[in-house]
């Protein structure tokens, strides 16, 4: 039985393993069924999946976010009523919610919205 993960949208993604021009290995996600999809994740690898859909293969990354501050901001989404209209991932350092229209974020989200730099600084 071939590995599959449905993303958000519905779509069924098969897992395949291919070789780069220096012979590594690499792993991708298609549409596409046929017999070279493979059976099971490989061990130190998780699914990335895109605000757009789009799934991924990646090796797992040290998370500096904990669970805890993820449920949360989670919860504040959902609170402000956002929960089916936006995403909440972790990535690196910062949680991000991705949400279509910036300019209809509940204020709840304005005291999060910190510029990287000066520059950035820009009303949410």
């Avoid at 039985?1 to 395949?16: Q, S």
């Amino acid at each position: 039985m071939a590995w599959t993960y449905t993303n958000r949208k519905g779509v069924c993604y098969h897992l395949y393993q291919s070789a780069d021009k220096q012979g590594k290995v690499r792993y991708a996600c298609k549409r596409l069924a046929t017999d070279e999809a493979l059976d099971a994740l490989p061990d130190g690898f998780e699914v990335n999946e895109t605000p757009n859909g789009q799934v991924s293969v990646r090796r797992i990354q040290p998370q500096r976010i904990t669970d805890e501050e993820l449920a949360t901001v989670r919860h504040a989404a959902d609170a402000a009523g956002l929960g089916p209209v936006a995403m909440v991932e972790r990535k690196g350092r910062a949680i991000v919610v991705h949400q279509a229209d910036v300019g209809q974020l509940p204020p709840v989200f304005a005291a999060l919205c910190l510029p990287r730099r000066e520059s950035d600084c820009k009303p949410c």
